[in-house]
């Protein structure tokens, strides 16, 4: 089991960018499909991104495309999330997280998780 820490999350204004990280360790890296995730409060967790191995594929929450990237180095061993045009309602600890399935969006089929970084878009 890989081992996932994000970082990058903070205050931003609605509107702005966050580009979040996640960095792994664990020789099966470049073997996970990979996803995003994120709980605001009083929520449940959701899904946010997924991608697959080789970084050639991606999946996206519908509320979420055309603002959001993510995208993966293998060679880095790192994750990236990079958030555009974000919205109060945006506000959510994010995590990432490592699957053996592309595209698995229910976070039961994630194995591996990071510890959460906290996002807080101001209006």
């Known amino acids: 089991q890989v081992q996932l820490v994000e970082s990058g999350g903070g205050l931003v204004q609605a509107g702005g960018s966050l580009r979040l990280s996640c960095t792994a360790t664990?020789?099966?890296?470049?073997?996970?499909?990979m996803g995003w995730f994120r709980r605001a409060p009083g929520k449940e967790r959701e899904f946010v991104a997924a991608?697959?191995?080789?970084?050639?594929?991606?999946y996206y929450a519908g509320s979420v495309k055309g603002r959001f990237t993510i995208s993966r180095d293998n060679a880095k061993n790192t994750v990236c999330l990079q958030m555009n045009s974000l919205k109060p309602e945006n506000t959510a600890v994010y995590y990432c997280?490592?699957?053996?399935?592309?595209?698995?969006?229910?976070?039961?089929?994630?194995?591996?998780w990071g510890q959460g970084t906290q996002v807080t878009v101001s209006s």
């Open positions: 991608i697959n191995w080789s970084g050639g594929s991606t």
């Open positions: 664990g020789r099966t890296f470049s073997t996970h499909p």
């Open positions: 997280a490592a699957t053996y399935t592309f595209v698995a969006t229910n976070e039961n089929d994630y194995h591996a």
